[in-house]
């Protein structure tokens, strides 16, 4: 009786003796996985961080490269998907930049700056009617949101509603008052309205914020010549051959020869 006790006992003991091995193993491993992850997230953000640098300099290439492979250290890094997607948009790649911010909203639906660059892309790709859902989705969200009225702005300049075009650069203008580019697409949008001094105004702006913008200076020596004046329009070509424009180049004999 007293060895049956003793063996129970014994087992007992042991039983427990590896039970507490077993959660020291698990508790070390834990500790290992714990420090290993952490490691990789600290490496992750390191390549994210050089991808970021990468970008402000200009190297859209080694930008990509960091980006891709913080991804592969960390799969659901959304800010590295969605920065990644932005410098695929600047080298042309749409189709990479749009997987790239779908994945974004598939790891968080309410990070709603991924639809504008989603519009953007659709509208380098032509897709004026996937863009124009984006961003209207987007505006739903977010009203006043500065991408989305610019993208908006932009789909229906190409779709010829030149009144709703004007109407939501206006209201991107009130926001973002010394964009260039939205003055002359402003501009471009009243030219063709016939509204001629309303778009040398803009046109007007975009220069004064980009002296070189030889676009916007041929621009308002068209709208100037269809209000015959030749004089301010010469001025204008004048000044955009020296800044390279062809459109000068093939006017300036035509118009400015007396």
Known sequence: MIC????????????????????????ILFLVLSKLVVAQDEK??????????AGYS????????????????????MMAYFNRGAVYLKTRENDNAIADMQ??????????????????AYIAKSDIATAKKMYEFLLKKIPNH??????????????????ESIKYYDKYIELVY????????????????D??????????????????????????AKAYRYIADLENACIDWHRSLQLGSKEAEKNIPIYCTK
Do not use: H
């Open 146 to 163: 500065k991408k989305g009225l610019d993208g908006m702005a932009l789909c229906y300049f190409y779709m010829n509603k030149y009144e």
């Open 4 to 27: 049956l006790r003793l063996s129970v006992s014994l087992s007992c003991k042991n039983a427990y003796l590896f039970f507490m091995m077993k959660e020291k193993i698990s508790f």
């Open 103 to 120: 994945m974004v909203l598939s790891l968080d639906s309410t990070y709603y700056d991924a639809y504008a660059y989603l519009g953007e």
């Open 58 to 77: 200009y190297e859209f290439g080694v930008a990509i490269l960091n980006y891709t492979e913080a991804i592969k250290l960390k799969p659901g890094y």
């Open 195 to 220: 509204q001629y001094q309303k778009s040398i105004d803009d046109f007007t702006e975009a220069i004064s914020f980009r002296n070189n913008y030889w676009q916007a200076l041929d621009a308002r």
């Open 178 to 193: 010394d964009d260039p580019e939205a003055y002359y697409k402003r501009g471009l949008a009243k030219f063709s309205l």
């Open 44 to 53: 992750a953000f390191e390549l994210y961080s050089a991808g970021v640098r």
